[in-house]
């Protein structure tokens, strides 16, 4: 999950690193990145791994 520096001029004056509305929309560096859709896969792995009692091996 990759996140690059915050350049000059994002997004007309927009904060990069403050979630902000705008005309109802949510705006803001990582507002629709995978990290949210990453943390729910794990979470429904891990889910998973207790229903059958069983731990990964590393």
Not at 7 to 12: E, F, H, I, V, Y
Not at 32 to 41: E, I, R, V, W
């Amino acid at each position: 999950m990759d996140t690059v520096r915050v350049g000059a001029g994002w997004r007309d004056g927009t904060p990069a690193l403050s979630p902000t509305l705008r005309d109802g929309e949510l705006v803001g560096r990582g507002s629709c990145d995978m990290k949210g859709g990453l943390a729910c896969t794990l979470l429904a792995f891990s889910d998973a791994l207790a229903e059958v009692d069983t731990q990964p091996t590393l």
